[in-house]
């Protein structure tokens, strides 16, 4: 494929060779850059020459074979017997003594009286030394008397290996010099109109300089992809698109080679600085002259690889990539890294450097300052919420970390900012940050924020071991006097105390990432309480306010404070905005967080449907429901929802999924068990109903937190005691809870107030419902008031009151509006709402064999049997009941062999288990 038009070329080589006929000796040097078309200059010559009777000679240097000492001269004198260098018997390995060199030129010369001699050598960088060394004798002792024409070629810019022979040819003055230019944009048209499917594209030709440069070798090789392949370009557009590993791309590579030998090195440093790439850069990086460089990157310009903006085209940049051995780029940015942090560079920019010097599936080997720059370019991110690319850095940061304490850090803020991506993961670091605690010596400064962490994502558990861990420290000035003063407010175990009325205590929807500011501690730094929030001054805060890393906090603990005020509606709404607001930032995690805060809103609001809807809505945005133990709060909900609503099957299918050993260690774990107990408690389990609320009972009180505004377990085990005709421990838990500093709250205060009625007189009944019923309507929970409007219908029927009809009406209407099926069957066909005083719940014949069988077992055997029982494993039964597994093993061998049974299977369901006494429970 003719493209370049070499006439003025082949002119002056025709006139040379007139020259050399003539009896003048002539040497023209063709020097150019990669890929110009020297080679096939040189070539059209020879043919030309040789066609006119000329004696041709032809060779072609290579870089395979420039260590073989005269294979260029033997390829040269290939089949001229008078020029074999094997009749040279002294001729050695290592290249022809100045004797033997005489005579080569002489018969030479003696041929050349026949006919001229055409030297013909293609690639004169290449050439063996040896073959440099005659040809340079030959160039030195050129005269009138001989015919020779000596043309070489070379790379422009392309340092040689011998650069004395060049410097001989310049001071010749027979030495005559070529130098092939790129083509022009015009010439780049005129070599395209001689293909007919190619010229009518609109800016084809403008693309194919532009990504050829005008080197004649890239032109014909994008010309060649784009020959005869219809794309969009046939229908009168331009669309020049290289392929990679394709012709343009193998022209490359030609190029890259016939440039020097370090520039594919050279142009991969190009790419690893982008803009940074100077020659000053560039020798350090790679480790050369500056010289060098200029003349490196001199090459790369001329050969069309190299533009202004840097390697001309991505597939340019692809294929020095491709061909660079393993390992070259990883080495080039961790140098590149060094140098840049020690001109003191940009974190982020040094960043960049270093997490590519990390080949995938390999282990970091970085200097010590290389954590804290990782943690400095992530913080960046963070604030750009680039979120995944700050999760990357930290990760690198601490796989490359050999410092304990920083590593808890970083896992700490691992923990932070993956929450808006996956609970789930964000779980697994915090885990991870406090395995660290536990093993390495952390400072109080480094344990501080994964203590507010913990706090607020509600690893209570874990949390009390930190602040004890804080505590067995000593005062290193570390930690600031407010710092300080939030550890004093916490009690022994390090939960917050109840004194504290601005604190607010964690919620299980609201694991905070507070921990992403050591400066923040839960609950102080926010205008806002659980309780006595004022909403008018909330909703301006929202309204404000908008969704950021830094700003979630604040604003879940705005939005508790409207859920857990009269205004829950507005809290709803406020979910409801954040959870899209979410989808704009692509945070799932955030998402299922308002989610869940959502649902949870609607269950309070007795919309049971829209608390299912927006529960599953939550659990799908996280990844891994079974492993986070954020999951069990969307799940509490979802249980709650689908027990209330008569949903019995849905509702056991999660009851009966075996949950992560860690729930019962968190603030989540409180709310599933409740919805746990509510399931056992409708479907008439109350064993092991009790059983999950004694356990959230103890472990609120444990804490700290034993709030009935935050989970009001007391009136909840008050409901399953009636059931089982215990009304004066039910009497004495639900007096407690009115006594507490909640009770105001028309919520709880209904609530206890609706219990309380059931444990009085019957004649006393009314007029504590009327009271519950007019705090039920001001909290906004429906499905309560609807209760206890039906327990008022049942408390006037009993009586005799005409009103109870209405009133009955309403709770029906009520129960319908929420969707609460098993209220609603409960209303329609009546059913006994209060156990009387000295009544016991009726028990099938089955009930009573197995209350009979378990008659023989001791309290400690009956209460681990009844456990065991009910599903819950040997390490969960030792949790609850505070023994050792190895104590539960030895009881269960002795239940089954009283029981004369051999399997955990064959365990009675209702065994008689004697929950915690009243006064445990107050």
Same mark, same amino acid.
């Given at each position: 494929m003719q493209l370049i038009d070499q006439k003025a070329e082949i002119t002056a080589l025709e006139s040379a /060779?007139?020259?050399?006929?003539?009896?003048?000796?002539?040497?023209?040097?063709?020097? *150019?850059?990669? *890929?110009? *078309?020297?080679?096939? /200059?040189?070539?059209t010559f020879a043919e030309q020459a040789a066609s006119t009777g000329a004696n041709v000679l032809f060779a072609a240097g290579s870089a395979a074979d420039r260590d073989a000492p005269l294979g260029t001269l033997r390829q040269l004198f290939d089949g001229v017997p008078a020029l074999d260098l094997g009749q040279l018997q002294e001729c050695g390995s290592d290249g022809l003594k100045g004797e033997e060199m005489r005579e080569l030129h002489v018969r030479l010369c003696r041929i050349s009286e026949c006919a001229p001699v055409v030297c013909c050598i293609d690639d004169l960088h290449h050439v063996d030394a040896a073959s440099q060394q005659f040809l340079q004798y030959v160039a030195r002792h050129h005269n009138r008397s001989t015919r020779i024409l000596l043309v070489v070629t070379q790379t422009l810019h392309y340092s040689p290996f011998d650069a004395g022979f060049s410097t001989e040819l310049l001071r010749?003055?027979?030495?005559?010099? /070529?130098?092939?230019?790129?083509?022009?944009?015009?010439?780049v048209v005129n070599a395209l109109s001689r293909f007919p499917g190619l010229t009518g594209r609109d800016g084809m030709a403008a693309d194919l300089h532009r990504i050829s440069g005008g080197n004649p070798l890239l032109l014909r090789a994008l010309i060649s992809e784009h020959t005869g392949v219809r794309t969009a370009a046939s229908t009168g557009s331009g669309d020049v698109r290289p392929q990679p590993g394709g012709a343009f791309a193998r022209a490359v590579v030609s190029c890259l080679q016939s440039c020097g030998q370090n520039v594919l090195t050279l142009a991969?440093?190009?790419?690893?600085?982008?803009d940074l790439a100077t020659t000053q850069l560039l020798a350090r990086l790679i480790g050369t002259t500056r010289t060098a460089v200029a003349q490196g990157m001199s090459a790369l310009e001329s050969s069309g690889l190299l533009s202004g903006e840097g390697l001309r085209h991505s597939v340019v940049r692809t294929t020095v990539l491709d061909h660079l051995p393993p390992g070259t780029l990883a080495q080039l940015h961790r140098r590149a890294a060094d140098i840049l942090h020690a001109q003191g560079a940009e974190a982020a920019l040094v960043a960049q450097h270093l997490v590519s010097a990390v080949p995938e599936g390999t282990t970091p080997r970085f200097p010590e300052w290389a954590a804290d720059v990782l943690r400095g370019a992530a913080e960046e991110c963070v604030e750009h919420d680039e979120i995944s690319r700050a999760v990357a850095l930290l990760g690198l940061a601490h796989r490359s970390c050999a410092d304990t304490q920083k590593r808890v850090a970083i896992k700490t803020r691992l923990a932070a900012i993956v929450w808006r991506l996956d609970p789930g993961t964000s779980e697994q670091h915090l885990t991870e940050a406090v395995r660290g605690a536990r093993t390495a010596q952390v400072s109080v400064s480094g344990l501080l924020p994964l203590l507010h962490l913990l706090v607020a994502q509600g690893r209570m558990a874990e949390a009390a071991e930190v602040r004890g861990l804080i505590s067995s420290r000593p005062e290193d000035g570390e930690a600031d006097t407010s710092e300080r003063v939030y550890l004093a407010a916490m009690d022994p175990d390090g939960a917050p105390t109840n004194g504290d009325p601005d604190f607010l205590v964690p919620s299980p929807l609201s694991p905070q990432p507070s921990g992403a500011f050591p400066g923040r501690r839960p609950g102080k730094d926010s205008p806002f309480s659980a309780v006595g929030a004022n909403s008018t001054d909330i909703t301006r805060f929202l309204r404000a306010t908008k969704l950021t890393g830094a700003t979630v906090p604040p604003i879940v603990q705005a939005i508790m404070a409207l859920t857990t005020s009269e205004d829950l509606e507005r809290g709803v709404h406020w979910c409801r905005v954040f959870r899209n607001e979410s989808l704009r930032f692509d945070a799932p995690g955030w998402q299922a967080l308002f989610s869940a805060l959502r649902a949870q809103g609607l269950l309070r609001l007795g919309d049971l449907a829209g608390a299912e809807e927006h529960a599953l809505e939550s659990l799908e945005c996280v990844a891994d429901q079974r492993t986070s133990d954020f999951s069990y709060s969307a799940l509490s909900t979802l249980l709650r929802a689908r027990t209330e609503m008569g949903k019995y099957a849905e509702a056991a299918a999660i009851v009966e999924q075996p949950v992560p050993d860690t729930l019962h260690l968190t603030v989540h774990g409180l709310a599933y068990f409740r919805a746990r107990a509510q399931y056992y408690m409708a479907t008439r389990q109350f064993q092991a109903a009790l059983i999950d609320l004694f356990q959230v009972g103890r472990l609120m009180k444990k804490w700290g937190i034993d709030r009935p505004l935050v989970l009001p377990w007391r009136t909840d085990v008050a409901e399953v005691l009636l059931q089982l005709g215990q009304v004066a421990r039910a009497e004495q838990l639900v007096h407690r809870q009115l006594s507490m500093v909640d009770s105001r709250h028309p919520w709880v205060r209904g609530t206890s107030l609706r219990l309380r009625a059931a444990t009085s007189d019957p004649k006393r009944r009314p007029h504590l419902l009327d009271e519950a019923i007019s705090e039920l309507r001001r909290s906004g929970d429906r499905v309560a008031l609807a209760r206890a409007l039906a327990d008022l219908g049942d408390a006037l029927t009993a009586l005799g009151d005409p009103l109870a009809r209405t009133i009955r009406q309403e709770a029906l209407s009520l129960a319908a509006e929420c969707k609460a099926a098993v209220l609603h069957e409960r209303i329609l066909h009546g059913g006994p709402p209060v156990a009387n005083p000295g009544a016991t719940v009726s028990e099938l014949p089955q009930d009573r064999r197995e209350r009979e069988t378990g008659a023989a077992l001791s309290d400690s055997e009956r209460r681990v049997a009844s456990l065991?029982? /009910?599903?819950y494993t040997n390490r969960e039964i030792s949790g609850i009941l505070h023994i050792t597994v190895s104590t539960v093993e030895q009881h269960l061998t002795r239940v089954y062999r009283k029981l004369n049974i051999t399997r955990r299977q064959d365990l009675p369901a209702r065994l008689d288990l004697h929950p915690l006494e009243a006064s445990e429970a107050l």
């Open positions: /060779l007139e020259d050399c006929r003539a009896g003048r000796n002539r040497i023209v040097l063709i020097e *150019g850059a990669a *890929g110009c *078309g020297k080679s096939e /200059l040189l070539a010749r003055p027979s030495m005559s010099r /070529l130098q092939p230019q790129p083509l022009t944009a015009t010439e991969a440093a190009i790419i690893v600085l982008e065991a029982a /009910l599903k």
